[in-house]
């Protein structure tokens, strides 16, 4: 359970930065005074929301592969120790 650790923080490391880029973006633009038009950010911003979503999905499917592979090989150890005996 402690290798589950650091994948527990990700979605608050992901949102903080997210909301520490956006942030910082918007006053950026704000200030330059030619800012980019708010609903093209607002695309950009869903996009990219779009896109970490896929990559998380991938990244759940990825960790279930890796412990169903890690069940496995436990499993297979099990069944060697047997016949070995």
Do not use: F
């Not at 992901?14 to 910082?24: E, L, V």
Request: aromatic residues 4%; charged residues 40%; without cysteine.
């Amino acid at each position: 359970s402690t290798a589950n650790a650091p994948e527990d923080d990700a979605p608050n490391r992901y949102s903080r930065t997210d909301r520490t880029a956006y942030s910082r973006y918007s006053r950026d633009a704000n200030s330059s005074g030619s800012s980019v038009p708010s609903n093209t950010l607002e695309k950009r911003i869903e996009e990219l929301e779009r896109e970490l979503a896929k990559e998380r999905q991938e990244n759940a499917r990825l960790v279930k592969m890796a412990q169903d592979k890690e069940e496995l090989i436990g499993k297979l150890k099990e069944e060697i120790d047997l016949l070995n005996r």
